[in-house]
């Protein structure tokens, strides 16, 4: 296979089935968690003041007390990756265009040069946060392959779409379709794992900031 | 430095000081030190002076002769082809006055003789025991086979011979493979283009003579002299591309400006061909000089790489499965659901209700 | 259809062309270097200028180092090609056209006289025997 085949293969059939099974997944997934219901619930409903659920959702982004000052790479390495990935897939103009060739849809992006920083920094929390999961023994304790895992393919996309920017390592169609094919592995992973998160995490904070209103739990 | 082909070229009007001069651009091209251009002059000059001249047989199999056409009729057509008079070319359909039995026979006189080069363009079908393509009732994979045993080397003309080309694109009726699909003990070399640049064709046909092996090749069986970087690393426009400037429409301001093809479909980052340095028609223009992007006519399954005008970096159709995938998850969805719901309620009725007889045990 | 109608910029070769790479100046160190040769024991020897990397602006600093010298030869042989002698006696620039004028090759040379030039024995024997037909035709003409 050569570079043309194999840059043929990831955009072309190797989309085509990471596209499908991420599909398929998220549907599942959702229709299945969705679908889980709720127990009957037979106590009087402890109504507290403001909207709990949506309190929740943006309460949990905060650290509790103290906590930052226990575990600050968990924090600001946490809150570091996550925004800079955001920013990287959301807001890279090439980004932009491919969803705009496939949706309709765009909206403006960030100078290069300032995605290229974000995308360095964000590289470097995620190996500072790895290297937080491996020293902290507690942390390593709790790891299983699936964390380790996770790390990996968010990881990689990253670092191969830098390096196809960058023009580094690889000719930067090679390096491109690598890129292109860790997103596929990103994508067939996502709703089989933890990073499904992506999907469920403000709806399940909802959820709980709300049955904890309901229970008479003040946001 | 004398013999027969000065004197044939000097019927046809090419001087020997022409011919001197083409044999140093020759080596230029191939990245020879100069001393080798006077060294294929003085070779290609000595073959036709030898009592036996290299004897060529040329092979066409399932091909349109574009190949033929690129090197009989290139720009100074008498000296991209001046290789035929150096050599005793045996067999070659589209050329030979010969027809018919006389043909075969000079085929068959050229093999038993051994040691020839073996020119083959075209692809090789072997679907339906290669009926698809046969000459004098034969197919071109039992030919193949048997000029490929007495072959000193193999030169795999053309995308065709070289990957299975256009017949070996998507859903290839014919099942097309390429040369070294089917000959696996000889050397081969692959000069892939559809057609390929006349000069890269003469240039190994001339290292050849002058020094009985082939030139250095990649991994792709290809002469590294003229593939060994891509369109796009030599191309002009490359400096639009570094700058991001791109032609979006073949007729908006960016295509006047002759800006980068790469949104338009040029696959010139992951083509390897000397189109962007030799350039065609006696170096007149190459096709992205006339505002086309290049198709990758010199890579294996060019035909079937996601579209010519689609840009390398976008996807080729990703929503194709969409719709059956989200259905297909939608159902599994809902069958797990229920399956899940029956779960519980299978719980439930399973649950026996604790009493206060049973506390009482 | 004249080539400038069409809208489409040619660009000039590279547009970064105008900067030096900084490869030329040891050009000359090894042009002396041939040069010595030659003196030492009559060895010619040629540079292939498109196998270096060099940016036009290195030809034509390299153009202007080695100066012009007082011979020029244009040789018309498919395309015109020009072999001329640089200030330095015995180094030639020899550049090779195609009919369209556009440089197929280029090379410096360091000889008496580039080997293109010099008049092969077989074409000369071709020379005389034209002559000698001419002057057996000028002197049947006198016959009569």
Same mark, same amino acid.
């Given at each position: 296979?050569?570079?043309?085949?194999?840059?043929?293969?990831?955009?072309?059939?190797?989309?085509?089935?990471?596209?499908?099974?991420?599909?398929?997944?998220?549907?599942?997934?959702?229709?299945?968690?969705?679908?889980?219901?709720? *127990?009957?619930?037979?106590?009087?409903?402890?109504?507290?003041?403001?909207?709990?659920?949506?309190?929740?959702?943006?309460?949990?982004?905060?650290?509790?007390?103290?906590?930052? *000052?226990?575990?600050?790479?968990?924090?600001?390495?946490?809150?570091?990756?996550?925004?800079?990935?955001?920013?990287?897939?959301?807001?890279?103009?090439?980004?932009?265009?491919?969803?705009?060739?496939?949706?309709?849809?765009?909206?403006?992006?960030?100078?290069?040069?300032?995605?290229?920083?974000?995308?360095?920094?964000?590289?470097?929390?995620?190996?500072?946060?790895?290297?937080?999961?491996?020293? *902290?023994?507690?942390?390593?304790?709790?790891?299983?392959?699936?964390?380790?895992? =996770?790390?990996?393919?968010?990881?990689?996309?990253?670092? =191969?779409?830098?390096?196809?920017?960058?023009?580094?390592?690889?000719?930067?169609?090679?390096?491109?379709?690598?890129?292109?094919?860790?997103?596929?592995?990103?994508?067939?992973?996502?709703?089989? =794992?933890?990073?499904?998160?992506?999907?469920?995490?403000?709806?399940?904070?909802?959820?709980?900031?709300?049955?904890?209103?309901? *229970?008479?739990?003040?946001? | 430095?004398?013999?027969?082909? !000065?004197?044939?070229?000097?019927?046809?009007?090419?001087?020997?000081?022409?011919?001197?001069?083409?044999?140093? &651009?020759?080596?230029?091209?191939?990245?020879?030190?100069?001393?080798?251009?006077?060294?294929?002059?003085?070779?290609?000059?000595?073959?036709?002076?030898?009592?036996? /001249?290299?004897?060529?047989?040329?092979?066409?199999?399932?091909?349109?002769?574009?190949?033929?056409?690129?090197?009989?009729?290139? %720009?100074?057509?008498?000296?991209?082809?001046?290789?035929?008079?150096?050599?005793?070319?045996?067999?070659?359909?589209?050329?030979?006055?010969?027809?018919?039995?006389?043909?075969?026979?000079?085929?068959?006189?050229?093999?038993?003789?051994?040691?020839?080069?073996?020119?083959?363009?075209?692809? !090789?079908?072997?679907?339906?025991?290669?009926?698809?393509?046969?000459?004098?009732? /034969?197919?071109?994979?039992?030919?193949?086979? $048997?000029?490929? #045993?007495?072959?000193?080397?193999?030169?795999?003309?053309?995308?065709?011979?070289?990957?299975?080309?256009?017949? %070996?694109?998507?859903?290839?009726?014919?099942?097309?493979?390429?040369?070294?699909?089917?000959?696996?003990?000889?050397?081969?070399?692959? !000069?892939?283009?559809?057609?390929?640049?006349?000069?890269?064709?003469?240039?190994?046909?001339?290292?050849?003579?002058?020094?009985? #092996?082939?030139?250095?090749?990649?991994?792709?069986? /290809?002469?590294?002299?003229?593939?060994?970087? &891509?369109? %796009?690393?030599?191309?002009?426009?490359?400096?639009?591309?570094?700058?991001?400037?791109?032609?979006?429409?073949?007729?908006?301001?960016?295509?006047?400006?002759?800006?980068?093809?790469?949104?338009?479909?040029?696959?010139?980052?992951?083509?390897?061909?000397?189109?962007?340095?030799?350039?065609?028609?006696?170096?007149?223009?190459?096709?992205?000089?006339?505002?086309?992007?290049?198709?990758?006519? #010199? $890579?294996?399954?060019?035909?079937?790489?996601?579209?010519?005008?689609?840009?390398?970096?976008?996807?080729?159709?990703?929503?194709?499965?969409?719709?059956?995938?989200?259905?297909?998850?939608?159902?599994?969805?809902?069958?797990?659901?229920?399956?899940?719901?029956?779960?519980? /309620?299978?719980?439930?009725?399973?649950?026996?209700?604790?009493?206060?007889?049973?506390?009482?045990? | 259809?004249?080539?400038?109608?069409?809208?489409?910029?040619?660009?000039?070769?590279?547009?970064?062309?105008?900067?030096?790479?900084?490869?030329?100046?040891?050009?000359?160190?090894?042009?002396?270097?041939?040069?010595?040769?030659?003196?030492?024991?009559?060895?010619?020897?040629?540079?292939?200028?498109?196998?270096?990397?060099? +940016?036009?602006?290195?030809?034509?600093?390299?153009?202007?180092?080695?100066?012009?010298?007082?011979?020029?030869?244009?040789?018309?042989?498919?395309?015109?090609?020009?072999?001329?002698? +640089?200030?330095?006696?015995?180094?030639?620039?020899?550049?090779?056209?195609?009919?369209?004028?556009?440089?197929?090759?280029?090379?410096?040379?360091?000889?008496?006289?580039?080997?293109?030039?010099?008049?092969?024995?077989?074409?000369?024997?071709?020379?005389?025997?034209?002559?000698?037909?001419?002057?057996?035709?000028?002197?049947?003409?006198?016959?009569?």
């Amino acid at each position: 296979m050569n570079e043309l085949q194999f840059l043929t293969w990831v955009r072309g059939t190797g989309l085509n089935v990471a596209v499908g099974v991420f599909l398929l997944g998220v549907f599942w997934r959702l229709i299945e968690i969705y679908g889980l219901g709720r *127990k009957k619930d037979l106590s009087a409903p402890r109504h507290v003041a403001g909207a709990s659920g949506w309190h929740t959702i943006f309460r949990r982004s905060i650290p509790a007390q103290g906590m930052l *000052k226990k575990s600050p790479v968990g924090y600001i390495g946490g809150f570091a990756f996550h925004i800079g990935l955001a920013i990287v897939v959301l807001l890279f103009a090439p980004h932009i265009k491919l969803i705009q060739s496939l949706t309709g849809l765009s909206w403006p992006g960030l100078p290069s040069q300032f995605i290229d920083l974000v995308a360095v920094v964000t590289l470097a929390a995620m190996v500072v946060v790895l290297a937080d999961r491996i020293n *902290k023994p507690v942390k390593r304790f709790l790891s299983t392959f699936e964390d380790w895992f =996770t790390w990996a393919v968010t990881f990689l996309p990253l670092l =191969t779409g830098w390096l196809s920017v960058r023009h580094l390592l690889f000719p930067y169609s090679t390096m491109l379709a690598l890129h292109i094919l860790s997103v596929e592995i990103l994508l067939i992973v996502l709703p089989f =794992t933890k990073l499904f998160h992506a999907f469920t995490v403000f709806g399940s904070r909802w959820y709980n900031g709300a049955v904890n209103g309901h *229970k008479g739990v003040a946001v | 430095m004398q013999g027969p082909l !000065i004197e044939i070229l000097a019927r046809q009007g090419i001087t020997r000081r022409t011919f001197m001069k083409y044999c140093a &651009t020759l080596a230029s091209l191939m990245a020879l030190p100069p001393s080798a251009g006077r060294a294929m002059a003085e070779a290609m000059a000595a073959a036709g002076v030898a009592t036996k /001249r290299p004897s060529v047989i040329w092979l066409p199999f399932q091909e349109c002769t574009g190949c033929t056409e690129s090197i009989t009729r290139s %720009h100074s057509p008498t000296l991209e082809s001046l290789i035929f008079d150096v050599v005793s070319l045996d067999y070659q359909e589209t050329l030979m006055a010969a027809a018919g039995h006389q043909a075969e026979e000079a085929l068959h006189n050229a093999m038993k003789a051994g040691g020839y080069l073996l020119i083959v363009d075209g692809s !090789i079908p072997l679907g339906l025991d290669g009926a698809y393509s046969c000459i004098a009732g /034969r197919s071109n994979l039992e030919l193949l086979k $048997e000029a490929a #045993s007495g072959a000193a080397a193999i030169v795999a003309m053309g995308s065709c011979a070289a990957f299975g080309g256009l017949p %070996h694109a998507k859903p290839n009726p014919t099942g097309a493979v390429s040369v070294s699909d089917v000959v696996k003990d000889k050397p081969i070399v692959n !000069i892939p283009g559809c057609p390929p640049i006349p000069v890269v064709i003469t240039g190994v046909l001339a290292h050849f003579l002058t020094f009985g #092996s082939l030139p250095e090749l990649d991994k792709h069986g /290809r002469p590294k002299a003229f593939y060994g970087e &891509t369109i %796009h690393d030599r191309c002009y426009r490359r400096p639009f591309y570094d700058q991001g400037k791109f032609a979006k429409t073949f007729d908006d301001e960016g295509a006047r400006n002759g800006w980068c093809l790469f949104e338009l479909g040029c696959k010139g980052p992951v083509t390897y061909n000397a189109c962007a340095t030799v350039k065609w028609n006696g170096g007149t223009s190459w096709p992205v000089e006339s505002g086309h992007g290049c198709l990758g006519c #010199s $890579e294996p399954d060019f035909w079937d790489a996601g579209g010519f005008y689609k840009a390398l970096s976008t996807p080729a159709n990703p929503l194709k499965m969409a719709s059956a995938a989200v259905a297909a998850g939608a159902v599994a969805g809902v069958a797990v659901s229920f399956a899940n719901r029956g779960k519980k /309620r299978a719980a439930a009725s399973a649950h026996e209700t604790t009493t206060l007889a049973d506390l009482e045990k | 259809m004249p080539l400038d109608a069409i809208p489409i910029l040619a660009v000039p070769q590279g547009l970064h062309s105008d900067e030096r790479s900084g490869n030329a100046p040891a050009l000359l160190r090894e042009i002396a270097e041939m040069l010595r040769r030659f003196l030492a024991n009559g060895e010619t020897s040629a540079i292939d200028l498109h196998a270096l990397p060099l +940016t036009p602006a290195d030809l034509e600093w390299l153009r202007e180092q080695l100066g012009g010298g007082e011979i020029a030869i244009t040789l018309n042989a498919e395309g015109e090609s020009s072999l001329n002698e +640089t200030a330095c006696p015995g180094v030639w620039w020899v550049t090779h056209r195609n009919p369209n004028g556009a440089v197929d090759s280029e090379f410096i040379e360091v000889a008496d006289v580039p080997d293109l030039v010099k008049a092969h024995h077989e074409d000369v024997v071709i020379g005389l025997d034209h002559l000698e037909l001419l002057i057996s035709d000028l002197s049947k003409q006198r016959a009569f």
